[in-house]
């Protein structure tokens, strides 16, 4: 079993919807929570990272975790074809050990 | 500011020949530095990472290798390049501090023919 899963999509959308992605996790050490965009034929880049249970909010997107469920998730609201990219939620125990990356989902904002 | 530089980006290599991809750093001492390939419609498998000038940790037995020279150079090399090899290879740094995540290249694409 993946430490970090995640449905690889891909997931096609309307401009303007709400996004939900999402991830499971099955290690228990893990406290430190990130998703990563990464754009086509480019590296990934750090969206945001939540530590522990909790909501992150950045502007159009929130970072959701459950700790209880080890549940990931990702909300993009009002979504914009500029969105379209790769995501991919990664997790580490403590702080500077080593990332665990899922697989990463595609999305497909259409205008 | 901290910049990270991969080359090339793109490589066809034949069956059996070697690679060399060499990824450097920018800006910062004593970076923690990583390995990543990425193969086709899936996630970031790390092949290596580095905590310190020779000192190498390996994740997944196969047939590259990778050497750390320098503080922010980071190499990583194969003596003959299989078809398996294939895949979009990415390096990335950090600080060890979770705020700041990981900081990667803008990879390298290699098709090995």
């Known amino acids: 079993q993946k430490e970090v899963e995640q449905d690889p999509g891909p997931l096609s959308v309307p401009e303007g919807a709400i996004v939900s992605l999402n991830c499971t996790y099955s290690?228990?050490?893990?406290?430190?929570f990130m998703w990563y965009r990464q754009y086509s034929r480019k590296g990934p880049e750090l969206l945001m990272y939540?530590?522990?249970?909790g909501n992150k909010e950045d502007g159009r997107f929130t970072a959701q975790v459950d700790k209880s469920s080890k549940y990931i998730s990702l909300f993009i609201r009002d979504s914009q074809p500029s969105d379209s990219a790769t995501y991919l939620c990664?997790?580490?125990?403590?702080?500077?050990?080593?990332?665990?990356f899922g697989e990463g989902t595609q999305l497909t904002v259409n205008p | 500011s901290q910049t990270i530089h991969q080359w090339p980006a793109t490589l066809v290599q034949p069956v059996g020949s070697p690679l060399s991809l060499e990824c450097t750093v920018e800006?910062?001492?004593?970076?923690?530095l990583y390995w990543y390939r990425q193969a086709a419609g899936r996630g970031l498998q790390l092949l290596f990472y580095?905590?310190?000038?020779?000192?190498i940790s390996s994740e997944v037995p196969q047939n590259l290798s990778a050497s750390r020279p320098q503080d922010r150079q980071f190499i990583l090399s194969s003596k003959k390049l299989l078809l398996s090899d294939s895949g979009f290879y990415l390096c990335?740094?950090?600080?060890?501090?979770?705020?700041?995540?990981?900081?990667f290249g803008s990879g390298t694409r290699l098709t090995v023919v």
């Open positions: 990335a740094w950090s600080t060890g501090a979770v705020l700041y995540g990981y900081t």
């Open positions: 290690n228990s050490a893990f406290q430190y």
């Open positions: 939540t530590y522990s249970s």
């Open positions: 990664a997790s580490e125990e403590t702080s500077g050990s080593r990332l665990t």
């Open positions: 800006g910062t001492s004593n970076p923690n």
């Open positions: 580095s905590v310190g000038i020779g000192q």
